[in-house]
């Protein structure tokens, strides 16, 4: 059903071999392909809602019946340089961080696929994942938002406008 070879380039573009008997690796690798694929790479695993967070049972099925070739990082594809570009972003974000990764994909799975506001997203994460601290779960929702976020020239400016006299004091206070 998915395309567990082009699943297995993204984890040897992000050098992961992915070892399914280690539950770290597992939340990695599920939170990792959710995350590209609501980013728009074509894989074709169905995702829903599991105690943590969006879950493949098919993904989980491919991985287990290709385990070598997920481990050992061979499938025979590669990914385009678009592609590469994107998993590269994604890995520079979230540095293979699992707390990081299941806040953000739970967060923008809420989001995109639930049709919840960021608000009432934000809402029951602070529920489902109260065992995460609290600056884990704002940095999780900031990266995700940063990865699949892509703002306009008209936000930049905005942004720069908004923040540029907090970030002039920040380095003026820092010279005395």
Same mark, same amino acid.
């Given at each position: 059903m998915g395309d567990w070879n082009k699943a297995v380039a993204v984890f040897d573009e992000m050098k992961f071999p992915l070892d399914c008997n280690e539950f770290e690796d597992k939340l990695i690798a599920q939170k990792t392909i959710c995350l590209l694929q609501l980013k728009g790479m074509e894989f074709n695993y169905p995702f829903g809602m599991y105690v943590r967070g969006s879950y493949s049972p098919a993904f989980t099925k491919d991985y287990y019946e290709h385990q070598q070739e997920f481990k050992n990082l061979s499938c025979g594809v590669s990914l385009s340089d678009e592609?590469?570009?994107?998993?590269?972003?994604?890995?520079?974000?979230?540095?293979?961080?699992?707390?990081?990764?299941? *806040?953000?994909? %739970?967060? @923008?799975? *809420?989001?995109?696929?639930?049709?919840?506001?960021?608000?009432? @997203?934000?809402? *029951? *994460?602070?529920? %489902?994942?109260?065992?995460?601290?609290? %600056?884990?779960?704002?940095k999780g929702i900031s990266k995700v938002k940063e990865f699949l976020f892509e703002p306009t020239k008209k936000d930049l400016e905005w942004l720069k406008n908004e923040t540029g006299p907090m970030q002039r004091t920040s380095v003026n206070s820092l010279r005395h």
């Open positions: 592609e590469k570009a994107v998993v590269k972003n994604l890995d520079a974000l979230f540095q293979k961080n699992a707390p990081l990764l299941e *806040i953000g994909a %739970t967060y @923008a799975f *809420i989001v995109e696929k639930t049709n919840r506001s960021p608000t009432e @997203a934000f809402r *029951i *994460i602070k529920e %489902t994942k109260g065992f995460y601290r609290d %600056t884990q779960i704002a």
